[in-house]
């Protein structure tokens, strides 16, 4: 089976047989083509099947009312006590809240709330108590901002109580895998939802994670998982796709997936990413901490808004938006 990797481009002078990528700030002329066990070839835009090409080329239906025209930020508020960067930071309430207030001013358009860590080995929390962490923070965010607001959960109780409280957002590392209930869910709730890719969880997902091809196994677990989640009522332009960078990966396969990207654009809905201060950018970087390694988070950025990633799920939201405003800016044609 061939998979039809977009080659993008912008800020140059494009070609008449140019198109634009997901209705974005991409374009592409080419496309590369994958199979397993061959190797891949490079071939014109217009030499690719006419489903493929319009899955490539449909603009993306606006999440939680944000255009997916440009680079939207979400800001990353972990209410928990031991998340891998922040951990212990933000747990209580008022704290929380005035984060997340900052961080929308700062330029983030989404605040992503998690009450689970799900750095590597962390060990599961109760339903009660990510209740507990999440929805009197979303609620009281709600009651002075309307920002889009996403709940990072595996559960469907958790994130029925998050949407009570007023999250408009559902971001599933599981995909649907750990609580299928979430699926029901979310299409009683109209709202959007992200599916990630994840290779064993949290516990045990950094033991011994193997691929046959890293990029093309991912981009199967997603399409799979779009097919669950479309089975189960949510249709496909209500849903996310994640790579999952850093669950269940290696700084290899970690690398793969950010060179090929833009395979995902073939799967017709938004990107998210989410590579913010992770290991790997210590390893390759330097930056023993995690609050060490904000350059390389910033690399890791610009390089998906290169490759049409629509939504950066980040730290640093100041630094980030700065960053991506500037390569905006200076790609206008």
């Not at 998340?83 to 747990?91: A, E, K, Y």
């Not at 929805?135 to 109780?157: E, H, N, Y």
């Not at 999250?167 to 750990?178: E, G, K, R």
């Not at 939201?317 to 405003?325: D, G, M, R, S, V």
Request: net charge negative; charged share 20%.
């Amino acid at each position: 089976m061939p998979y039809f990797r977009p080659v993008p481009r912008s800020g140059e002078t494009r070609p008449d047989a140019a198109h634009v990528l997901a209705g974005g700030w991409c374009w592409f002329d080419q496309v590369e083509v994958l199979e397993r066990g061959a190797s891949s070839m490079v071939v014109p835009a217009g030499e690719v099947p006419a489903d493929v090409l319009q899955r490539l080329t449909a603009p993306r239906a606006p999440v939680a009312g944000l255009a997916m025209d440009a680079p939207q930020v979400m800001g990353i508020l972990n209410v928990t006590p031991d998340s891998f960067s922040d951990g212990g930071q933000f747990d209580d309430a008022g704290v929380a809240v005035d984060h997340a207030l900052a961080m929308v001013a700062a330029g983030a358009s989404i605040i992503d709330i998690g009450g689970e860590s799900t750095r590597p080995g962390a060990v599961e929390v109760s339903v009660a108590d990510e209740i507990t962490r999440t929805a009197p923070v979303i609620a009281a965010i709600r009651a002075t901002s309307d920002v889009a607001i996403s709940i990072d959960t595996r559960k469907a109780k958790v994130a029925e109580a998050a949407i009570e409280a007023g999250a408009t957002l559902i971001n599933d590392v599981s995909a649907f895998t750990f609580d299928p209930e979430l699926a029901a869910v979310t299409a009683a709730s109209g709202l959007h939802v992200c599916l990630m890719h994840a290779q064993g969880d949290p516990a045990t997902m950094q033991d011994d994670p193997q691929y046959d091809d890293v990029l093309l196994d991912v981009y199967d677990f997603l399409e799979e998982r779009i097919a669950f989640a479309e089975t189960a009522g949510i249709a496909r332009d209500r849903i996310i796709v994640d790579p999952g960078i850093g669950f269940g990966k290696t700084l290899e396969h970690n690398l793969k997936l950010l060179r090929g990207l833009s395979l995902f654009h073939s799967l017709g809905c938004p990107i998210l990413l989410g590579a913010s201060r992770k290991r790997f950018i210590g390893t390759l970087g330097g930056g023993e901490t995690a609050q060490d390694r904000l350059g390389g988070s910033v690399a890791v950025a610009l390089h998906a808004a290169t490759q049409g990633v629509q939504i950066l799920r980040v730290h640093d939201t100041f630094e980030i938006k700065q960053a991506l405003n500037l390569q905006q800016t200076i790609n206008e044609r």
